[in-house]
């Protein structure tokens, strides 16, 4: 009997159909980022040392963002970000920056969890937003400077009414040239779906499917017979 569900067990596997186990760290995207050198994120700069980002909100659109010390007793802010995409994922966490005047912190553009190809940019105030596109001569996602005070209200005050009023406030891009456009004219907000090349036939993957489960029955008749 011990053979047969092991047999039973890799050939679902091999089909994927294996139950996922599935992270927390997966599920919020908890990255720790040390930083040597002071780093300005919306409406403050977090000073050298270990922080905690994560997502309060993985299910929406607009994820909202959190973060944190090293110890996870403090809440520094709370943050709109956007989809930001890399051709190939890295195999470690990854936090980009925005160029900034010398002397001046470097801006967190973006960060990314290990094995994704979206990451999350940071939507940054309009006047900063404005600041950062012209010093680093490309678009950069804002929001109303009134709902700046949202980003830096600690957890412990932040209300369901603050992340619904984060998600639905309008959103524009500042050029370079102080021009301001919709946000989805330069950036892609929603990631597109998983699917096959278009040129692709899905006979082989039939024919592979038909193969497995035909070894499946053979070796199941024959651990059945050894057991007779």
Known sequence: MNQIKIVVFVCLGVLGIALPQAKADEWNQKTVFTFSAPVEIPGQVLLP?????????SQSDRHIVQVFNQRENHCYGTFLVIPDYRLKPAGKPIVTFEERAAGAPEAVKAWFYPGQNYGHEFVYPKVKAVELAK???????????????NTTMPATTMQESHVVAMKQTPLKAQQPTEQEVEVADV?????PPDSLPQTASSLPLVGLIGLLAFGAARLLRRAGANLI
């Open 49 to 57: 040392g270990t922080y905690v980002f994560k997502l309060m909100d």
């Open 187 to 191: 950036f892609l907000l929603s990631p």
């Open 135 to 149: 010093a680093n001569n490309q678009p950069v996602a804002s929001m109303p400077t009134e709902l700046a005070a």
